[in-house]
């Protein structure tokens, strides 16, 4: 399989987040990338269910995302 390659363009703040949330998880940001469109994806296929999708932190508390 051939790997296609992406230009994306971002504002300042988006690429700061950006930038950030690779450093903090030690990973490269084609592999944030890639992790993100996975999310999104499987957040995407679970709202045509009709399903909710919620975040549970480990003391239980939960929030619902909606138009993500």
Same mark, same amino acid.
């Given at each position: 399989?051939?790997?296609? *390659?992406?230009?994306?363009?971002?504002?300042?703040?988006?690429? %700061?987040?950006?930038? =950030? @949330?690779?450093?903090?998880?030690?990973?490269?940001?084609?592999e944030v990338?890639? *992790?993100?469109?996975?999310?999104?994806?499987?957040?995407?296929? %679970?709202?045509?269910? =009709? @399903?909710?999708v919620i975040?549970?932190?480990?003391?239980?508390?939960?929030?619902?995302?909606?138009?993500?």
């Amino acid at each position: 399989m051939t790997d296609t *390659r992406f230009e994306v363009r971002l504002n300042q703040r988006l690429a %700061e987040d950006f930038d =950030q @949330v690779a450093r903090a998880s030690g990973l490269t940001r084609a592999e944030v990338f890639r *992790r993100a469109i996975a999310l999104y994806k499987t957040v995407k296929q %679970e709202e045509g269910q =009709q @399903v909710h999708v919620i975040l549970r932190s480990k003391g239980g508390a939960e929030r619902e995302l909606v138009n993500f």
